[in-house]
């Protein structure tokens, strides 16, 4: 039903600060995320900047049938890593969600989403360009999580 793309996402001081302190000369195997998840927002009422906390983002997540609280693991298909002066990339899979039946049914709108690793921290968050109404048992909300990093030492 919805495929939807953040807007601008906000990456978190906290992983930009962590990540430029993982690159090194003599790093040459450098694992900044290591177990991935993706959650949903629930409202709009966080104003996301990069110095916003996944605890913060944690207490606006979503509610609805079929939504694990935490959000879903996703596979990185490249691993963060750092390798002398070569480029650094992190791109995650589709991540599906879907409102299933349930008794009671519980709806939601969802507005955005956020990435964080379970060890880590928040990684990045933003808002949907449209948000997206999950009433009907059936809906599905299809998500692309990825966070492209290119950096030159």
């Not at 880590?120 to 999950?134: M, R, S, T, W």
């Amino acid at each position: 039903m919805s495929s939807r793309s953040l807007l601008s996402p906000v990456v978190s001081r906290l992983f930009a600060d962590a990540l430029l302190a993982a690159i090194a000369p003599s790093s040459t195997d450098d694992h900044l995320i290591v177990s991935p998840k993706i959650a949903l927002l629930g409202t709009p009422s966080v104003t996301i900047t990069p110095d916003t906390t996944k605890a913060v983002l944690d207490a606006e997540e979503v509610a609805f049938s079929g939504y694990t609280a935490g959000g879903s693991a996703i596979t990185l298909t490249t691993p963060g890593v750092v390798r002398g002066s070569e480029r650094f990339q992190l791109l995650a899979g589709n991540v599906t969600w879907v409102l299933t039946t349930a008794d009671p049914l519980v709806t939601a709108t969802v507005y955005g989403a956020y990435l964080y690793d379970t060890t880590f921290g928040l990684i990045a968050a933003g808002y949907f360009d449209e948000v997206v109404n999950l009433g009907n048992v059936g809906d599905y909300l299809d998500l692309f999580a990825g966070v492209p990093v290119l950096l030159s030492l």
